[in-house]
């Protein structure tokens, strides 16, 4: 419950892209209800969120037809052979998701944009700028951010500073946990301090703290522009009150010419429910999962299906109802905490805590925040927000597990399993033709992505996402994308769609361009351990470039596995149209054909894949991980990641 110490003030401070503190403040309420419902469940009559239809629609209308004209006439990538004004007419819809996996995740994730964008001389440029929408995902979650609230600025300069200087930029270089490294304990300790004193500010206004805000403001210091090495340690700003619906402040959005943002988190109904959770993942996949995008924040699950505006964020609500009329907030959106939630992992190793180094541990980083005086009902290991979705019930029959929760606990959004976050993209209003999938998870015994996200989404979606898109057909297995040589190299899932390009029909899903983070030329540069915390300079760069690399490399032959195919600008374009084709009522073009035969999956090529893989046939099989390699979805990651980042917590208290 919220104190009523709460500072009341106006909401015209929102106009500004800083909020004054990182606490949140109480504002009088609006005269209409801020809680709204996304859709029945059922009917499937799902509404966008008003800003975000009027955004896109403005790209759609002013932005992007330029756009796919210039990208389909670019002789450098390729023709399709298709009637280009025709595809423009029925505009490609495409979404771009950049997974989990800690600094690594990032570091893949900010490679291969790279690679998508078109200020780059890059075979694959431009797809960042057509995408409409990009998801990320705890470490990809920071990537995204990062970039949307620097406006779109070029990955090199956001990521290893302006001319690949040694300065600016991502401040890697200093850990996360502990920057002045393990034996600066002074400048270590003053760190704390600041972080500490920011969320005090919450605490004493009233908010519920817990582990989250302390990792949301260290986040900020790295992935935000208040931070520079100068004043890394100095009592600077260090945007304690940016907000994340500052995004729609920055040019390139004001403009249209950025993709949606969204963020993606999952929720934990109770500390009981997930320790006594029989699967193979931290959280179930039933549970809600939520986005986080710069207009609202809410779900399109059949749990829920339900959304509060971004900007009052944090209210307690009853029945969609405020408890008075005086009691809505705003400023609870910030920046860092948001990127803080979607990487909000620590209860994912609640079950090591009986061991002695981890009940240390623990105990020490409890009571840094237990000092900090947190609110009756905070809860301490996951990310707590006051709950907008209190006593609410779905339509359609659905109950929301967290519907008696007067705090809402939100996790690592691949704590279900779903590392790749997909959900927002198989959402029917948003009806997205293809999408760009982009996994940098820790699968495999070589920290490289198997498909186990994919699977677990492909679960949920049969299972409990009845009102969203259906999934494309899969190998069943992370043993079947290994023996295939899937893990290895992009692949394109549900190219035989039968609805004609129709993405709101019965039966449709989006196209998937899945590209695993997999070994290359670059031996050693894009699968470091979740456990590293920082990154020299050179390792950086060497990533960023790697990745920027493998994402134009396609499906090399065998004979020449280091070099790029050729027709895999083609081939990629061809797939990011195809939906928009099918709805131009257009047959594929014998080159479009030909891509679609050499990188499609269906059941059909299944049982070739696993023989020419098994010979060695395929190009990339080099560094591919052994099916013995294979780990258990989400547990294995979340619980390797939560002890390192413990671990080096231990280390600074």
């Not at 629609?57 to 052979?81: C, E, F, H, I």
């Not at 779903?418 to 996994?439: C, E, G, H, I, T």
């Not at 979606?461 to 969203?468: S, T």
């Amino acid at each position: 419950m919220l104190s009523q110490a709460v500072l009341v003030i106006s909401a015209a401070t929102l106009a500004a892209a800083q909020w004054p503190s990182y606490a949140p403040a109480l504002v009088s309420c609006p005269s209409d209800s801020i809680l709204e419902r996304t859709g029945n469940p059922i009917s499937g009559n799902q509404t966008l969120f008003g800003a975000e239809a009027s955004y896109i629609q403005n790209r759609r209308t002013n932005v992007l037809p330029n756009l796919w004209q210039q990208y389909l006439q670019d002789n450098a990538t390729g023709s399709t052979g298709y009637d280009v004004m025709q595809i423009v007419q029925n505009t490609p819809n495409l979404g771009i998701a950049v997974s989990g996996g800690g600094l690594r995740a990032s570091l893949y994730g900010a490679g291969v944009l790279s690679a998508l964008d078109n200020r780059n001389s890059s075979t694959a440029g431009g797809l960042l700028q057509l995408a409409n929408y990009l998801t990320g995902l705890s470490g990809g979650s920071w990537t995204v951010s990062s970039l949307a609230l620097n406006d779109l600025q070029p990955v090199y300069e956001l990521v290893a500073g302006i001319n690949n200087s040694r300065s600016g930029g991502w401040m890697l270089d200093k850990s996360l946990i502990t920057p002045d490294g393990l034996l600066g304990i002074s400048q270590n300790g003053d760190y704390i301090d600041a972080l500490s004193a920011d969320v005090s500010n919450k605490s004493s206004a009233g908010f519920p703290i817990s582990i989250t805000d302390l990792w949301g403001r260290a986040l900020a210091y790295h992935f935000f522009n208040q931070t520079t090495p100068s004043n890394f340690y100095e009592a600077a700003p260090h945007d304690e009150g940016l907000l994340f619906s500052s995004i729609r402040l920055t040019q390139n959005f004001q403009a249209g010419a950025m993709p949606v943002p969204i963020l993606v988190t999952t929720s934990r109904q109770s500390e009981q429910q997930q320790l006594t959770n029989d699967s193979t993942s931290v959280i179930p996949l039933q549970n809600t999962a939520f986005e986080i995008s710069p207009f609202a924040f809410g779900s399109f699950d059949p749990s829920l299906s339900a959304r509060i505006p971004i900007e009052y964020l944090g209210t307690q609500l009853s029945n969609g109802q405020p408890l008075n009329s005086s009691a809505c907030v705003n400023g609870f959106e910030n920046a860092g905490f948001m990127i803080g939630t979607s990487a909000s992992l620590f209860n994912a190793v609640q079950e090591s805590f009986s061991g002695a180094a981890f009940g240390s541990i623990i105990s020490r980083l409890l009571q840094k925040i237990t000092d900090l005086n947190p609110p009756a009902g905070s809860v301490p290991l996951v990310a707590n927000y006051p709950n907008s979705f209190g006593n609410f019930t779905p339509e359609g029959g659905y109950t929301f597990e967290s519907s008696g929760n007067e705090i809402l606990q939100i996790t690592d959004g691949g704590e279900d399993g779903s590392n790749v976050p997909l959900y927002p993209l198989l959402v029917k209003a948003r009806a997205v033709d293809a999408v760009f999938a982009v996994d940098g998870s820790a699968d495999t015994s070589e920290t490289y992505a198997n498909g186990t996200s994919l699977i677990a989404t492909s679960d949920k979606v049969a299972m409990y996402m009845h009102n969203y898109t259906d999934f494309p057909p899969i190998p069943a297995t992370q043993a079947d994308f290994v023996a295939q040589g899937l893990s290895t190299r992009p692949t394109f899932f549900g190219c035989n769609s039968t609805t004609g390009g129709n993405q709101s029909a019965i039966g449709a899903y989006p196209l998937i361009i899945y590209l695993p983070n997999s070994a290359g030329a670059h031996p050693g540069a894009t699968n470091y351990s979740t456990f590293k915390l920082d990154y020299s300079y050179d390792e950086v760069v060497g990533f960023l470039d790697a990745a920027h690399e493998y994402t134009l490399r396609g499906f090399p032959n065998a004979s020449s596995p280091n070099e790029p195919d050729q027709q895999w600008p083609l081939c990629l374009k061809c797939a990011v149209v195809d939906r928009a084709r099918a709805r131009a009522g257009m047959n594929r073009t014998a080159a479009c054909e030909a891509c679609m035969n050499r990188y499609c999956w269906s059941d059909a090529v299944a049982e070739t894949l696993a023989n020419s893989t098994a010979n060695g046939d395929q190009a990339s099989s080099s560094g591919k991980p052994s099916s013995g390699a294979l780990k258990t979805p989400a547990l294995s990651y979340m619980a390797l990641a939560g002890a390192g980042l413990v671990g080096g917590v231990a280390l600074l208290l």
